[in-house]
């Protein structure tokens, strides 16, 4: 199992991720969070239950399960979650090796 912590940003929220190896290339998701939206998306995916890796790796929102539950069930398109999700589940697939991604801003970015 692969374990995903996400620390939103402003909006204070955290996300815990699960994701879980169902067979050989299919993943399922178990997420924690206090945020309203966040708990919405848990039960989307829930019900879509355990999803193939070819349609975690698909890049277009209308064809990625992930991308379309989040665009339904999220409506601050900042969230990290859908990236989050994804991550997760190429580590738990062995798509990916596990590494921190991060958001810097710049206090003085002028010109």
């Known amino acids: 199992m692969t374990v995903v912590n996400v620390h ?6 955290t996300l815990r991720i ?5 067979g ?4 399922s ?3 924690e969070s206090e945020c309203e939206a ?3 998306l848990a039960l989307v995916l829930e019900h879509l239950g355990p999803l193939a890796i070819t349609d975690i790796v698909r890049s277009t929102a209308g064809k990625n399960p ?3 539950a989040v665009s339904e069930t999220i409506s601050h398109s900042a969230c990290p979650a859908a990236v989050a999700l994804i991550k ?6 062995g798509l990916n090796v596990p590494s921190m991604v991060t958001i810097e801003f710049e206090s003085d970015a002028g010109p």
């Open 8 to 13: 939103a940003g402003s909006c204070g929220f």
């Open 18 to 22: 699960k994701a879980r190896k169902e």
């Open 24 to 27: 050989q290339r299919r993943v």
């Open 29 to 31: 998701f178990q997420l």
């Open 38 to 40: 966040l708990g919405d």
């Open 66 to 68: 992930v991308l379309k």
């Open 88 to 93: 997760a589940a190429e580590v738990e697939l």
